[in-house]
């Protein structure tokens, strides 16, 4: 898929928790192809961070030709783009790395599992899959209920189930505790993101189920193109790769992950 | 317009301005961004005889205006580079210099010698300045002795043009740049990674799985213009600048500290069209100051 550098025009900017703001992007001119899962890298607004930040494409709006983007705040690059304002132009390299594999992949009975901010991708999957006529299942696991982002929105596009680790929402737990993946067969794909231990309990429940299953990883990088080799994962079948290129969505049975 | 040619050794730049090895993959990364054949030339990411997996993850922080990355190396090894890389780049439009490493002598002189047999690889660039490596790499660039002997034994299995990439982890980096002219250097590229480390305070570990890595990025600029100077003076064979250069400016003080051609390295991360920005930018800067020839502003620094 061609990559673009673009200035694109901030439309919109707000914080939606305490800690994470939702970033809205327009362009003057149609937006490129992108999948869900893939993501941009975002030239920040500071004199004091060098390097771009990578962020998954959290949704898509072809009428209003926009790309919205959820941010968690976790240092002063994620802090200044928060920061940024309507009128503000962000310079922004997309889309980048592999996606899901919803495009070459049939799935009936999806499940997307999402942790923390990192339901993020999870939104622009469940339109893409919406798109052709699947109803996808959502299941978000956050600390309490103020962790648990963008209910709504994911709502329009199939069911959404809860946990929180205080109960304070939905079943008390973690995703992997709840009663939805009590029946195996309920699903025939699983599609993840989220913090790493998240995901690799997510992992050891498919691979113990026999579902399959991808996570989108999370690393630090630079370049976001395969360029510097510094955001790698071992894989079983290619040594270390970069999350960048090949990732960051990645079958699990590639990872040499102990589970 | 100015004239932008240069020549490092007997081989010939369209413009001075190269990117880095291991921050421009093998260019066909960057060319959704840019036209990759503009440029003088593409110095493709650091090659070794054997495949080396490189360091565990995490290999990479950022730092005030710089970062530091600690990769080791990772790549296929020469022949996968002969076999699947080289087909598809020979005819990329500019030209391809490939960055050499090792971890014994007899490393570095197979893989150079498996290289000179490419007819479009013009030139190698022997690194003797890897931090990122337990053997090897800088510790063949931190010492006169042991620089000279890899740079000569390569001199007689190589008979293209032979750059040296020298390191700054050195007390007087002017006297391996005099070694590795002595040893049959046809120019040298300076600085590789400064030698840095850094440390997550809430975990009490360091940020790099290797503990120390090399540093990059706008941060070491002052120090690389200050090495590039006193290497131009002290000797007799092309000099090439790279360290922290971000935009056509910084360019144009390499080449008037002596540099006669450039590497953009961590700015490609951060732009990835940064390069073809920095051409039309010292193009731009020798038609405003009336200069017909880049050569014009090489080592023009007035004191």
């Keep these: 898929m061609k990559k673009y550098q673009l200035d694109l025009p901030v439309a919109d900017n707000r914080m939606i928790s305490g800690n994470a703001t939702l970033l809205t992007l327009t362009h003057a001119e149609p937006l490129p192809d992108m999948a869900a899962g893939q993501f941009a890298e975002l030239l920040v607004p500071s004199a004091k961070v060098l390097l771009r930040r990578p962020v998954s494409i959290h949704s898509i709006n072809r009428q209003n030709n926009t790309v919205e983007f959820l941010i968690q705040i976790v240092g002063g690059g994620t802090k200044a783009l928060a920061e940024l304002e309507k009128g503000d132009t962000v310079n922004v390299v997309l889309p980048l790395g592999n996606g899901f594999s919803y495009r070459t992949v049939h799935v009936a009975k999806p499940l997307l599992i999402g942790g923390g901010v990192g339901v993020a991708p999870l939104l622009f999957l469940g339109q893409e899959l919406a798109g052709n006529g699947i109803r996808p299942t959502f299941l978000f696991g956050g600390r309490s209920e103020s962790f648990l982002l963008r209910l709504d929105e994911f709502r329009k596009y199939g069911d959404v189930f809860r946990t929180t680790e205080d109960g304070s929402a939905g079943e008390k737990g973690f995703v992997t505790n709840h009663s939805l993946l009590l029946d195996s067969d309920s699903f025939d794909r699983i599609y993840a993101c989220g913090p790493t231990p998240m995901l690799k309990a997510v992992a050891k429940w498919a691979k113990e189920h026999e579902t399959a299953c991808e996570v989108s990883l999370e690393h630090k990088m630079a370049c976001g193109i395969g360029a510097c080799l510094c955001c790698v994962e071992d894989t079983a079948d290619q040594g270390n790769v970069c999350v960048c290129k090949d990732g960051p969505v990645f079958p699990i049975e590639r990872l040499k992950w102990q589970i | ?303």
């Design chain 2, 1 to 303: 317009m100015a004239n932008l040619k240069t020549k490092i050794g007997s081989l010939e730049l369209k413009n001075p301005v190269m990117t880095a090895s291991g921050t421009f993959g093998y260019g066909s990364e960057y060319a959704d961004f840019m036209d990759i054949s503009r440029l003088g030339a593409i110095i493709v990411k650091g090659t070794t005889l054997k495949r080396r997996e490189g360091n565990p993850y995490p290999r990479m922080a950022e730092t005030p205006s710089g970062m530091l990355n600690a990769v080791g190396l990772q790549n296929k090894g020469v022949d996968y580079f002969v076999d699947h890389i080289y087909p598809d780049i020979k005819d990329i439009g500019t030209n391809i210099i490939v960055n050499v490493s090792g971890s014994s002598i007899e490393d570095y002189v197979q893989t150079a010698s498996v290289i000179n047999t490419l007819d479009c690889i013009p030139a190698i660039e022997l690194n003797i300045s890897c931090p990122n490596v337990k053997q090897g790499g800088m510790a063949f660039g931190v010492k006169a002795e042991s620089a000279a002997s890899v740079i000569s034994a390569v001199r007689k299995a190589y008979d293209k043009t032979l750059i040296v990439k020298l390191s700054p982890n050195v007390t007087d980096i002017t006297e391996i740049a005099r070694a590795a002219e002595d040893s049959g250097a046809d120019s040298v590229s300076l600085i590789n990674t400064m030698l840095g480390m850094a440390i997550d305070a809430e975990r009490r570990r360091p940020v790099l799985s290797t503990v120390t890595g090399g540093m990059s990025g706008p941060a070491v600029k002052p120090v690389a213009l200050r090495m590039v100077w006193q290497v131009a003076k002290a000797v007799k064979i092309p000099v090439i600048g790279l360290g922290g250069i971000c935009c056509a400016t910084d360019a144009v003080e390499f080449l008037l500290a002596g540099a006669s051609a450039i590497q953009i390295g961590t700015a490609n991360f951060i732009d990835p069209s940064v390069s073809e920005k920095v051409i039309d930018g010292i193009e731009e800067y020798l038609d405003r100051h009336g200069f017909k020839d880049v050569s014009e502003i090489i080592g023009a620094l007035e004191i």
